[in-house]
């Protein structure tokens, strides 16, 4: 059977008996102007010279029904990389929770955890993949668990293998080991790295599960080859095996040219599925948001595609990995070959009230006009994850400041039906109504 599921001047959706495949060229159409940002959180005082360097959820780290943001910032102007790792209320836009670092780095990511200690506030893992100078020799790659109520440090890892990024990505799962702590995955997608003389670089790529409270691991997992890269994109996914955990997604290259997702089980790492693309890129960002399809398991995003001509976020399902959907990327307006369409996505929630998950997408490198390298603007779009049609299209066309390079969902604080939304540039965190 074939019935028309949605369509619109640029899509085609179509249902072949009760699975549904999606052949989208475009999933483009005008959405007027784009709205201006409702805030901006933190101070403007310092504008010009703070970086975020990294923004995301922090689920409801203040206990008060409205999911927060967490985010790290530095200071350029500080030469030796000083900044902070911020908590902002998602109801009041305050801070509620500010830790001083020593050494920020542009890779620096983090996640908010279980109450670890016991002290009735969520606690917060912090990975510095490229070292950070508490290290001894100022560069091994670490992630350290501190307090969410005074910010000690309550674990700290160290890699024990030199250059490996280990906390490079971060992802929370359940509490498979019944501690009280939910564990966590970390991805070091340059474990075993290696250069021959006549060659590039190649990396076996590692992703850990590891314990929530002592950071130690309880499942470690290596590339299959020395050029799998694995762990460069991680993601929390549904319960794939039926064991009661989160299971885990991991990015990989196959044969040295095809990007595949792994999809592996929380508990004991077994792999449940492969996913693979056309591309080498496939899997590089990796977004768990909805179910797509309506099997009951919780779906994926992913980008594909080499080059911006070709580019596109294809939806995956959870269950298996077979192909569901594919968003193709919008003609661009200038030649810029750094442009990425979805290198980052995010899970909005139901921003148009179907009963369906819809989808962030950022292409965060976007550029409007040729003005030199890095000049990019950004630009951010909102899609049905029933239609894939544009809910929502986000432009900064002023300050060249790559919209969308991290995004956060706020939830409805005000009750006015419509959500909020964390989409930041390197310079600000904004928040935008979702309609």
Known sequence: MVAWFGMNARSVVLVLGATAVVVLARAFVATGPSPAPTCVLGSHADAD?????????????????????????????????????RVFSGRTRAIVFE?????????????????????????IALGSPTGDSVASDGSASRVVLHSGRDGRVLANRVSASSGDRFGAAL??????????????????????????????WTRRGRVE?????????LVTLDGERQDSCLGASIAALGDVDGDGLRDWLASAVEDGETGVVRAHSARTGTLLFVARGASRSFGRTLCAFGDVDGDGWLDFATNEGDDFTS??????????????????????????????????????????????ADLFVAAST???????????????????????ETLLELRDEADFDELGGHFAPLGDVDGDGSGDLLVATRRELRVYAAR
Request: hydrophobic share 35%; glycine share 16%; proline share 4%.
């Open 366 to 388: 976007w550029k409007y006009e040729d003005h030199g390298q890095g000049a990019a603007g950004g630009r951010a779009w909102i899609h049905s994850g029933r239609t894939l």
């Open 171 to 200: 992802a929370r799962l359940d509490d498979g080991d019944g501690d009280g702590a939910p564990e966590l995955v970390v991805a070091a997608p340059d474990f075993d790295a290696r250069r021959p003389r006549d060659g590039s």
């Open 311 to 356: 580019q596109c976020v294809e939806l995956r399902s959870g269950r298996d990995g077979r192909r569901l959907a594919s968003i193709g990327s919008p003609p661009r307006e200038t030649f810029n070959w750094l442009e990425t369409f979805g290198d980052v996505l995010g899970a909005p929630g139901d921003v148009d009230g179907d009963g369906c």
């Open 49 to 85: 010279s703070t970086r975020c360097v990294f923004a995301g959820s922090a689920g409801d780290f203040d206990g008060d029904g409205s999911l927060d943001v967490i985010a790290i910032q530095v200071d350029d102007r500080d030469a030796a990389g000083r900044g902070s790792v």
């Open 209 to 217: 599960v590891v314990s929530g409270r002592t950071l130690e691991p």
């Open 99 to 123: 830790l001083a670092v020593a050494d920020v780095r542009l890779d620096s990511t983090a996640v908010v955890c279980g109450d670890v200690d016991g002290d009735g506030r969520a606690d």
